[in-house]
């Protein structure tokens, strides 16, 4: 028989445990893929992760559901960089001993075509606008443009010595592209594909990220130690700020307006403002950092470590370290699933993807023996409106877009359980809907047709 006080200690434990959730995150499994993993990418419309193997020419294909291995597909030489085509459900792989991008079903994960395109392709992005993908030739010193719809090549754009990362500003259409070797960045017309300028910044520039809140583009120069700020209107410099050593990858926080860089040779990430383009604060994190990502739905970053193997996850505001989790060998590149709020990270060296599970997100019942309880969603897809059958009151709704741009919050605490939303004024695409009811947040998918 369990007396009064052995009852309350443990009912103590169960309350301590389940306040401890809030905001805990642990290595939920460890996938076993192809040799030297060095890419992931998330397919939003079919819940589904794609890996690039450097070392075995092919890609896994990950359900992002059980985290099982669906199949696994046979690309170029060397695959290097992956980007997702939300229009058309399409993977583009960059494979750069050979030269040429294959293009992968989403559905069906069948390889539709291999595009040739210029010599040691290292970096794509696609263009949402205009349905484009932009593949940056390291060898050739140009960047090719496909044309996301027919898989053709529209043109080739003559940039700087060896171009090695680009980035999309949705805003203003345009492409920028890092040339490490000149030491500057081209600005591409995402309309005409042609030159607009090009920017001097820092040594050997490689990663870029874009500030959605104020249209700026940031530059983290690896040969120089800082990050060059490009205003998204102008094209021009708006400052140079130090960071730490050999700046290797940047991410930026939408809720609160920062710029985080990670810098490999003094295993730190800066924290900078988005405002006013200040350093905020600097954060110790593992043994040679290469890659951010940041998860909107709870405010965090996560930076992987590759000398120690490890992954550090930061409060997004706080700037303060959460905790820090074991993976595999050599983490490299990330991945975030949304609707099961999983982090993906490669494991260069263990030939495996480590997956990152957060409480927050995850629906009532899935991990945790509680009573599980049941939103849906109707219609969808929709073009007009939805509503959200609910058993208990939806508190506050928010829409975020596969990017992970918050696009829209709705306080819901003046209406009954079934509520209607309009989205008559929203484009087309996949959205996430981060609902709150019973203290549980719950994410769920929604299709916008127009």
């Given at each position: 028989?369990?007396?009064?006080?052995?009852?309350?200690?443990?009912?103590?434990?169960?309350?301590?445990?389940?306040?401890?959730?809030?905001?805990?995150?642990?290595?939920?499994?460890?996938?076993?893929?192809?040799?030297?993993?060095?890419?992931?990418v998330y397919n939003s419309t079919n819940n589904k992760v794609y890996c690039a193997n450097?070392?075995?020419?092919?890609?896994?294909?990950?359900?992002?559901?059980?985290?099982?291995?669906?199949?696994?597909?046979?690309?170029?030489?060397?695959?290097?960089?992956?980007?997702?085509?939300?229009?058309?459900?399409?993977?583009?792989?960059?494979?750069?001993?050979?030269?040429?991008?294959?293009?992968?079903?989403?559905?069906?994960?069948?390889?539709?075509?291999?595009?040739?395109?210029?010599?040691?392709?290292?970096?794509?992005?696609?263009?949402?606008?205009?349905?484009?993908?932009?593949?940056?030739?390291?060898?050739?010193?140009?960047?090719?443009?496909?044309?996301?719809?027919?898989?053709?090549?529209?043109?080739?754009?003559?940039?700087?010595?060896?171009?090695?990362?680009?980035?999309?500003?949705?805003?203003?259409?345009?492409?920028?592209?890092?040339?490490?070797?000149?030491?500057?960045?081209?600005?591409?017309?995402?309309?005409?594909?042609?030159?607009?300028?090009?920017?001097?910044?820092?040594?050997?520039?490689?990663?870029?990220?874009?500030?959605?809140?104020?249209?700026?583009?940031?530059?983290?120069?690896?040969?120089?130690?800082?990050?060059?700020?490009?205003?998204?209107?102008?094209?021009?410099?708006?400052?140079?700020?130090?960071?730490?050593?050999?700046?290797?990858?940047?991410?930026?926080?939408?809720?609160?307006?920062?710029?985080?860089?990670?810098?490999?040779?003094?295993?730190?990430?800066?924290?900078?403002?988005?405002?006013?383009?200040?350093?905020?604060?600097?954060?110790?994190?593992?043994?040679?950092?290469?890659?951010?990502?940041?998860?909107?739905?709870?405010?965090?970053?996560?930076?992987?470590?590759?000398?120690?193997?490890?992954?550090?996850?930061?409060?997004?505001?706080?700037?303060?370290?959460?905790?820090?989790?074991?993976?595999?060998?050599?983490?490299?590149?990330?991945?975030?699933?949304?609707?099961?709020?999983?982090?993906?990270?490669?494991?260069?060296?263990?030939?495996?993807?480590?997956?990152?599970?957060?409480?927050?997100?995850?629906?009532?019942?899935?991990?945790?023996?509680?009573?599980?309880?049941?939103?849906?969603?109707?219609?969808?897809?929709?073009?007009?409106?939805?509503?959200?059958?609910?058993?208990?009151?939806?508190?506050?709704?928010?829409?975020?877009?596969?990017?992970?741009?918050?696009?829209?919050?709705?306080?819901?605490?003046?209406?009954?359980?079934?509520?209607?939303?309009?989205?008559?004024?929203?484009?087309?695409?996949?959205?996430?809907?981060?609902?709150?009811?019973?203290?549980?947040?719950?994410?769920?998918?929604?299709?916008?047709?127009?």
């Amino acid at each position: 028989m369990v007396c009064k006080q052995q009852y309350i200690l443990i009912s103590t434990m169960i309350l301590l445990c389940l306040q401890s959730l809030v905001s805990a995150q642990w290595l939920e499994t460890t996938i076993t893929v192809g040799d030297s993993p060095n890419a992931l990418v998330y397919n939003s419309t079919n819940n589904k992760v794609y890996c690039a193997n450097w070392g075995s020419d092919d890609v896994t294909v990950i359900d992002g559901v059980t985290n099982s291995v669906i199949t696994t597909i046979t690309v170029g030489d060397d695959p290097l960089t992956l980007v997702y085509n939300s229009t058309n459900n399409k993977v583009y792989c960059a494979n750069v001993s050979s030269g040429n991008v294959t293009v992968i079903d989403g559905a069906t994960n069948s390889v539709l075509i291999t595009i040739t395109v210029g010599s040691y392709p290292h970096a794509l992005v696609y263009n949402s606008t205009d349905n484009k993908v932009y593949c940056a030739n390291g060898g050739t010193g140009n960047v090719t443009v496909i044309d996301g719809a027919t898989n053709s090549v529209i043109t080739t754009v003559t940039v700087g010595d060896d171009p090695w990362a680009l980035l999309y500003n949705p805003t203003d259409n345009k492409v920028y592209c890092a040339n490490r070797g000149s030491d500057d960045v081209t600005v591409i017309d995402g309309v005409t594909n042609s030159v607009i300028t090009t920017i001097t910044v820092g040594d050997e520039p490689l990663p870029l990220v874009y500030n959605s809140t104020d249209n700026k583009v940031y530059c983290a120069n690896g040969g120089s130690d800082n990050v060059t700020v490009i205003d998204g209107v102008t094209n021009s410099v708006i400052t140079t700020i130090t960071v730490g050593d050999d700046p290797r990858t940047l991410v930026y926080n939408t809720t609160n307006n920062k710029v985080y860089c990670a810098n490999g040779g003094s295993d730190d990430v800066t924290v900078i403002d988005g405002v006013i383009d200040s350093v905020i604060t600097t954060i110790t994190v593992g043994d040679t950092p290469g890659a951010l990502v940041y998860n909107s739905i709870n405010n965090k970053v996560y930076c992987a470590n590759g000398g120690s193997d490890d992954v550090t996850v930061i409060d997004g505001a706080s700037n303060s370290v959460i905790t820090t989790i074991t993976v595999g060998s050599w983490p490299r590149a990330f991945a975030w699933n949304p609707v099961q709020n999983r982090t993906y990270v490669v494991n260069y060296n263990g030939a495996s993807v480590s997956v990152i599970r957060d409480v927050t997100g995850i629906e009532v019942g899935q991990k945790h023996n509680v009573t599980r309880l049941i939103l849906s969603i109707s219609p969808n897809p929709t073009k007009t409106f939805f509503t959200i059958d609910s058993p208990t009151p939806v508190r506050l709704i928010r829409i975020y877009d596969v990017f992970g741009n918050l696009v829209r919050t709705e306080d819901m605490t003046q209406y009954e359980n079934r509520t209607t939303i309009s989205v008559r004024t929203m484009s087309a695409g996949i959205y996430f809907l981060q609902v709150n009811a019973a203290n549980t947040e719950f994410i769920k998918k929604l299709i916008v047709t127009k």
